[in-house]
Every structure is written in structure tokens, then in C-alpha cells.
């Protein structure tokens, strides 16, 4: 279904030659927003060509494929397949794309194995606990989780942010400089410097004074 400038997905159905009693036999293939579901994870309300939700329960496509949004994403009877590249830093994650079996109707997803993937680390620090420790197990299990969900993924593949939150005793400089050390074990490559914004320099009694004042 081409996009149509100043219009919706089922208006140009409706103007389509589609005999809609056997619409529940087709795929429909088109770019443009999803909008008017429940789960907020799930409203894209930009109105690009918009496929809305009572759309989906009026025409009963087998499968609704759609372009727009540049990550994948898969609910309902609705597939994204995302962008094969990320345009910029903040299209994080490996790229996908899928295959349609026009005889049984199965869509299955793979991950792209080469290019460039972009990936954001956050690390919360917390100064009642050992914050060195705190960092190589963030990092270990942010590594860790790559390693067993994207598993055709090289890590020289990765140019990743990283982003520190939450409180530090130790100072910035220390926590920025341990995980710089603790990354080195994997071959990423980072895009900038880390943001400490986030990270505040305080002491374990501070801490809870913030609590109280924010309960």
C-alpha cells in the first residue's frame, strides 16, 4: 500500500479494489505509524499514514508489515521490521530484517551479522556498596547479555555511549577512569566522553538526607 500524503491506511484501502471479505488472506505491506493502542509502548501518534487500532479488527489482514519506525518491534498482528542501518547514535542495537513464507505465512526475524551497531551503557553507582565492583559487574553483564541475545554480533562491531548515574564517594574522575580500564577488555569502540552529569560526588549520610527529602 504506497504512502499517500495527507491521509490514512484505510482510506486508501477503501479506495482500493480489495474485495474485504477475503482481506483475512492478505499481507499488508505499507510505511507509517501505528496509533490508538493502549500500551503506551506502543502509541506512535506522529499521524504518518496512520494504521489505527480498530483497523486492525476491521480488515483482518493475516499480517500488517510496516516501515517508519527504525527499530524492531512486533505485537499483535503487527511487525516492524526497523532500519537495516542505524542512522545516528541513538539507533541503538543490532539491525534486523525479516522473511515473509508466502506459502505457510510464517515471518521470520534475523539479525544483520555486520555494520554498524550503536549501543548505550548506563551505569547506576550506589556509595553504600563497592563501587569498583559495582562497575565491572554492570559492564560484565551488559557484555554478557550482547554475547547471548545478538550471538552472530563481533564486538568491534559496537560504538557505544556511556552514561554514569546515581552517587559516588570516590569522586567522577575515579569512576570514569575505572571504567574506562574495566572496558578495555572489550573491543568497542566509544563515540565520545562518558557522561557524568548524572553522577553526583556525595557521602552515605547524603544520601539518605536526599531520600527523606524526596518521599
Not at 505509524?33 to 506502543?42: A, H, P, Q, S, T
Amino acid at each position: 500500500l504506497p504512502y499517500k500524503d495527507n491521509s490514512t491506511m484505510r482510506e486508501s484501502i477503501e479506495q482500493s479494489n480489495v474485495i474485504y471479505d477475503n482481506i483475512n488472506n492478505l499481507y499488508l505491506l505499507s510505511h507509517g505509524d501505528v496509533c490508538g493502542f493502549n500500551n503506551k509502548e506502543y502509541i506512535f501518534e506522529n499521524s504518518y499514514f496512520p494504521f489505527f487500532k480498530n483497523d486492525v479488527t476491521r480488515f483482518k489482514f493475516k499480517k500488517v508489515i510496516l516501515g517508519h519506525l527504525h527499530i524492531f518491534k512486533e505485537f499483535n498482528n503487527i511487525v516492524y521490521p526497523g532500519s537495516t542501518y542505524p542512522l545516528d547514535i541513538t539507533e541503538t542495537g543490532p539491525r534486523h530484517y525479516i522473511l515473509l513464507d508466502t506459502v505457510s505465512g510464517e515471518i521470520t526475524n534475523h539479525i544483520i551479522n555486520f555494520g554498524l551497531i550503536f549501543e548505550l551503557l548506563e551505569i547506576f553507582i550506589t556509595p553504600v556498596d563497592d563501587e569498583e565492583k559495582q562497575i565491572e559487574t554492570q559492564i560484565d553483564n551488559f557484555f554478557n547479555n550482547i554475547k547471548t541475545n545478538y550471538y552472530l554480533i563481533n564486538l568491534n562491531q559496537i560504538t557505544m555511549r556511556i552514561k554514569l548515574n546515581g552517587w559516588t564517594v570516590k569522586g567522577r574522575n575515579f569512576v570514569q577512569d575505572y571504567v574506562l580500564q574495566t572496558i578495555k577488555k572489550y573491543p568497542v569502540t566509544l563515540d565520545d566522553k562518558i557522561d557524568n552529569a548524572n553522577l553526583l560526588v556525595t557521602q552515605p549520610d547524603d544520601i539518605l538526607i536526599d531520600v527523606f527529602k524526596n518521599a
